[in-house]
T-cell receptor
Framework: SQTIHQWPATLVQPVGSPLSLECTVE??????LYWYRQAAGRGLQLLFY??????ISSEVPQNLSASRPQDRQFILSSKKLLLSDSGFYLC????????????FGQGTRLTVV | KNQVEQSPQSLIILEGKNCTLQ??????????LRWYKQDTGRGPVSLTI?????NTKSNGRYTATLDADTKQSSLHITASQLSDSASYIC???????????FGKGTKLSVKP
């Protein structure tokens, strides 16, 4: 069966520190992968999506970057965190154009202090 | 541009009452539409999914409708319970690459 792992669940980081959130998918191949952020009291905002290894599309200019070093691995990074980067980060995947389902990780609560 | 708009942004209802959430989209080409429930601090959980040819789908007290001609969907919750308090998110998948376009969600609060 397909599963998605996202970690860590919570993270407290000082301003200016680097960030690395990892998401891996099991039980499928060549998934579409997504990173979303949900600021407090706001809806989900798509940050990045990837349709294949090394293919990253950015939806919103920001202090973050994403990489897909392997087919089922999606990494969200920052070189220097800002206070405004605080939020709830979700990784998701679906199987592309013929997908009838999308799956989400449990999320990472990031607090930048 | 592919967009999904949800209304209202937030809603407060009394326990036992019904409510309807709206979703309008401009995604093309359309593949399917999903409604998710997201509890605070958790990942979204799928409630219903509808393809182009389906116009109603139920999951317990949740009933979703889809009008592919007007590009509108609704989620109706009957006999609301306190546990229904959550954000409800409409997600549309476009057919060319299967990309997901998310609405910003409706935050529902059910009060006793």
């Amino acid at each position: 069966s397909q599963t998605i792992h996202q970690w860590p669940a919570t993270l407290v980081q000082p301003v200016g520190s680097p960030l690395s959130l990892e998401c891996t998918v099991e039980g499928t191949s060549n998934p579409n992968l997504y990173w979303y952020r949900q600021a407090a009291g706001r809806g989900l905002q798509l940050l990045f999506y990837s349709v294949g290894i090394g293919q990253i599309s950015s939806e919103v200019p920001q202090n973050l970057s994403a990489s897909r070093p392997q087919d089922r691995q999606f990494i969200l990074s920052s070189k220097k965190l800002l206070l405004s980067d605080s939020g709830f980060y979700l990784c998701a995947w679906n199987q592309g154009r013929y997908s009838t389902e999308a799956f989400f990780g449990q999320g990472t609560r990031l607090t930048v202090v | 541009k592919n967009q999904v708009e949800q209304s209202p942004q937030s809603l407060i209802i009394l326990e036992g009452k019904n409510c309807t959430l709206q979703c309008n989209y401009t995604v093309s080409p359309f593949s399917n539409l999903r409604w998710y429930k997201q509890d605070t601090g958790r990942g979204p959980v799928s409630l219903t999914i509808m393809t182009f040819s389906e116009n109603t789908k139920s999951n317990g007290r949740y009933t979703a409708t889809l009008d592919a001609d007007t590009k509108q969907s609704s989620l109706h919750i009957t006999a609301s319970q306190l546990s229904d308090s959550a954000s409800y998110i409409c997600v549309v998948s476009e057919r060319s690459q299967g990309n997901l376009i998310f609405g910003k969600g409706t935050k529902l609060s059910v009060k006793p």
